[in-house]
């Protein structure tokens, strides 16, 4: 169990953000520096998702439209 000594010499801040203000700074900026990247991150990989769906999306289309011409053109024959 802590006394209440030991809870005033602990420093929550200290642990959190440094001693000095460069330290703080310094800390703020790698935190921010990782959000921003993980979301950077995370939109480049939706939009290589959706990169890839457009393909796949065109190729359906693309061969959709080929069996549309040949039926035509087998019941032009027929």
């Not at 703080?24 to 991150?41: C, D, S, V």
């Not at 890839?52 to 693309?62: D, G, N, P, W």
Request: avoid cysteine.
């Amino acid at each position: 169990m802590a006394f209440n000594k030991d809870l005033k010499r602990k420093s929550p801040m200290t642990d959190d953000f440094g001693t000095s203000l460069e330290e703080a700074f310094k800390n703020g900026m790698e935190g921010t520096t990782a959000h921003y990247q993980a979301i950077l991150f995370m939109y480049k990989q939706l939009h290589d998702a959706v990169i890839k769906k457009h393909a796949q999306e065109r190729e359906v289309a693309r061969i959709q439209g080929k069996l549309e011409l040949f039926h035509e053109l087998f019941n032009m024959s027929a």
